[in-house]
């Protein structure tokens, strides 16, 4: 056999870029030579330069060209690429990357190039003889049909001679150079394949159309080949995984799977491009062509053609014999294979998914075109449904390990871009993916089981994830009328406006064409999708199914504690987020309670519980996403109406105060205060504060009424008195939960706003709960105070630290809690305001208290090198002043009347007390030593801060005295260093007496600098 121009070139670069032996140099200009390979288009060249030339000249019957260094240009690339594929294939080698670069770059040219460029087999010719020549005789017959409108008859018979001609030339040549000087089966296949169906090509209809009649006969022998080459894929396979399990091999390259979605690529869109032709109207949806078949069923006869021509050449090769039984099993194995491979291929390759967060490969196909086939695809009966049908059916509707992960796997990529109907939900998840969800105590599966079973996890979860809360209907147009999708644009995450306004000027656009029911359908859709989540959690919980017990699907995820497996945690967390939000939505749209949804819920909720309780970070994460959606979704009423809504309050309350136990420090976590803090740790720590401030958000506004309060308020009110109970609760000899604390400190912006409602409008309840909060820090702060002195700082740092933030978050309502004193109250106010007062004292106490005892950093800092410092840090996490500081700086720069609350409780004396702590910190400054700012005392910023409170509080209350004393201070430390000469350390005292200055409030300054320094 003859081999194709290009072929030996291909084989040694791919030889030199894989084979680790060779120099660097030899790789390069192989990878250069591979990339200007695959981008070749000689036709494209030849119809360019013909342009060009018709441009520049009048007559246009004068379209000779001329080309330089034409033996560049000599060879095909679609032949050289098959050569090898049908070569590598049929021969017992390893080289595993020809076959998949070969795959590659046939399915690049099918997505990316016109039918008539992609089988280039004329360019084995040369580029005047071969491309050339074809292109001149096409386009002589294409200007005599415009000169010659009459002549019709004539021209049509021409442009059938020459197709016809080009038809005996080059399929014996695609047959004899496809087999790469070898004995090769793919070619012989092939022979045989174009044997039995000559006519399809031969009396083809649109021989006489010059434009047309190419293209399909192209396309037809690209189908044949793809096919074949398909079937000697999937046939190397089975070979190969027979030698494995007789010779008990080493671990053989998985290129198959690699090979087969690329090819299957290719093939549907070389079926898309036969059946919808690009119309003059761009903005119009094309008709199908009436001879090309559905998508599904065009790809399924592409594939039992070969499988027909298949079993007659094996049966020819045991010279008419019966085929052995091995043999049969690789000859159903390759078209099952190849079947299960294209459909799985073509919903990836057509389709675009709706509300896309990722870059998706868009094949240069006209928009219409994708336009039609995705209106084809997400049609039950032209769509997954009878991909479903017709891969069960090449199965004989068996169901061993191999075909369950194929129909998984095809159900898989299809539930990605289009609403699964409810009958594939009951056949594949029902029958098929329970059955290796199934979980055993102890008992491990196999290794292919292991891998069905992942399959079936990632189908569940594609589904849970196409009917995302998020999802709307204008993402389903987007991607039904084939306009594109939103998410990233050549690697930006966000789209601009300018991007925004394109895509909604194209989705605007795609729909006028249509007829006004793609609105509904997309609704439709939506619907369908998210009643598809349901239908498949009910499946995977064994909810309503004859089948149900203890052991079924998922069930056991929800109270076995074994049940920890990445997979199965990350499948009920998706189905949380989907299907919970809208089970609520039919509870409270779709008439009468059932009891399959109301079980369904608390199966789901239960196993989400069992999540947030687990000793395992990664679990305890996957369930963040959920409660925080369960919680929007729950909160777009004002009230509570129903019985599942109860239960997603009791539960979202349940977890939020599970995951803030579960992410407690460790007990001797703080016993060496000078190690780095745990990343992983704090990062969960913020995460779940994150969570729990989400579920009691009052951001929305709905407080609910008199009557019911909203979700919002009474998750609130429930993790509130649940941390207020444990707090009181505890020996005042004995500091509280830290985890307590901490739960309690995230709900301050909640808090916050729940002061202002109350300050603007009464609220016995509200009031409530915020007397609950209240009382709860005033309790913590009490027992810190008197503890503070006699315990280590490895036990006093991490309380003081959480309830100082916590206090300083709070000081909005604090200020709300002021006003609410300057008006008439109720009974339960005046309590909120007493408590309000005891609080406010005992917590400026221990902000003085910490900021003295507890040092800003016990070891010098390590924030420039790690994200959260060392354990020893009075710091927020990742931030910078002690917390003590910071507390004060809040109460008093909040308001004017939580500044009065300030001496109010305090008295007067609070200023001379700042003042000597100021003085205080001061001398430990010094005596620490320049340039250190650790081991005792606070940082000269956080010392500055407290200049600034005393500024504050004395500018407001009259206390001139002592802010004529601390001012005092850096003004002689400048006078001194007046007359001292001029060193390093004359300039730093003076810069720091400068800094100190500038922390004055400049009315403060102004007022009460003696005149004499004026």
Known sequence: MEQPHLLSKLRTALNYLYDSQQSHQNRHEAHQFLLTYKQSNVRRLVVSRLQSRKDRTDDGENNEISFNQAEDLTGSIFLSCLGLLYSSCSQNNSNSHERIFTAQALNHRCRSIKLTEILDIEAEDGVECGTARLVLALEEVKHA????????????????????????????????????????????????????????????????????????????LMMFSLSVAMYVAAFRDFEEQQQQQNQQDEARSPWANAVLAELGSALSVTMLRLRYRPTTDKQATPSPDPSCPHLIDALVHAINVVKDSAAAYLTNQQAGNEMPSLLQDAHHYAIHRSIAACLTSLPETVLLPPGQDYVHRIPSVDRGSLRAASMELRCNETGMEKAMTVLIQSTGNVYDDSSAARLLGMCEAWARYVAVPIHVIDESVGKVAVQFMHISKGTPAMIQQQKVQSLAFQYLVSIFEAALPTLSVSDILTAALGVGATGLQNGKKKQGNKSKKRNEKRLDRAKAVEDESSQSQAEEELLARKNAACAAAAAAFGISTSHTGDDWGLRLASSCPTTTSHAICSTVAAAATSVLPHLLWLERNDGPSQQWRNELFSVIIAAIQRMCKSQDRDTRALAYEALMILHSALNSVTAVSCRVEQIAIDSICECALSLSASCAYPLNYFDNLYENNDEDLEIERNDVRDVCRSVCSLDSGNYGSDESKSPSIMILNRIVSACHS??????????????????????????????????????????????????????????????????????????????????????????????????????TERHLIEIFEKTLYAGIQQAILATAQIPELVAESTLELTRYDIKGAMRGPGGEDHVGCIALIRMSSESDVLRSSVFKVCGESILQDLTNLHHALKRIEVERGVGVDYGKGVTPLSRRLLIRVVSRLGMQQGGGTVLHTLLEEPLREIVAQKSTPTTVEKLFRLCEAALDLSFFLSAATITFIPKSCK
Not at 747 to 766: I, R, V, W, Y
Not at 807 to 813: D, E, I, R
């Open 726 to 827: 444990a707090v009181t609760g505890t020996d005042p000899a004995v500091l509280p939960s830290e985890a307590v604390v901490h739960a309690l400190s995230s709900l301050a912006k909640p808090l916050n706003k729940l002061g202002n409602k109350c300050l603007e409008q009464p609220d016995e309840e509200g009031c409530t709960i915020l007397f609950k909060a209240l009382d709860s820090f005033g309790f913590v702060f009490q027992i810190l105070n008197s503890l503070i002195e006699r315990l280590p700082h490895s036990k006093t740092l991490p309380l003081s630290r959480l309830v100082l933030i916590g206090f300083a978050s709070l000081a909005p309502l604090l200020s709300s809690v002021a006003n609410m004193a300057l008006r008439s109250t109720t009974e």
């Open 145 to 220: 049909k415009n000169t010659q409108p009459n002549n019709t008859a004539d021209l049509n018979e021409k442009t059938k001679s020459i197709l016809t001609a080009w038809l005996e030339r080059y399929v014996p040549m695609l047959v004899n150079r496809s087999g790469g000087g070898s004995a090769c089966t793919g070619a012989e296949l092939l022979a045989v394949v174009l044997e039995r169906h000559s006519s399809v090509l031969l009396d083809s209809p649109y021989l006489v159309d010059e434009s047309r009649g190419e293209e399909q006969i192209k396309g037809t």
